[in-house]
């Protein structure tokens, strides 16, 4: 019986097929073909970590992380570079830890946000410094 995949692997796949009795049929891409099979690796990848819960979910993000420094590698770049970009972009613009979800920007000019009038303050209620909480 065969099974076709035509598919990015890890590197000692081969060697699981062949102890497990049999016959991998692979072969080594070019560095075009190897960048546009990282590429659809990570959206594979995306999607299985979307699906999983708990510990597999850690896994699986294990695996995206596994990509993307081999696409950082193609750059020229390793894990520590991820890192420091990372941390830069967290110091200039925050993280993701306050749950804040964008709704609106809206632009009033010469005008302060508390002057803006009820019926322009946008979906909500809400003024360009409010904040809603979860209730």
Do not use: W
């Not at 097929?17 to 070019?30: F, K, Q, S």
């Amino acid at each position: 019986m065969e099974k076709i995949y035509n598919k990015l692997v890890r590197d000692k796949i081969p060697e699981i097929i062949t102890e497990n009795g049999a016959v991998p049929y692979v072969r080594v891409l070019d560095d075009n073909e190897y960048k546009e099979a990282l590429e659809k690796k990570l959206l594979e990848e995306y999607r299985e970590v979307i699906e999983a819960t708990g510990n597999d979910r850690i896994e699986e993000l294990a695996d995206m992380l596994e990509v993307m420094c081999s696409l950082t590698y193609l750059e020229g770049k390793d894990l520590n570079d991820i890192i420091l970009a990372m941390e830069r972009k967290k110091n200039e613009r925050g993280g993701f830890t306050k749950k804040l979800f964008f709704i609106l920007e809206a632009i009033y000019t010469h005008i302060a946000p508390s002057e803006v009038p009820k019926e322009k303050a946008g979906p909500f209620g809400c003024q360009s410094t409010q904040f809603i909480s979860p209730s």
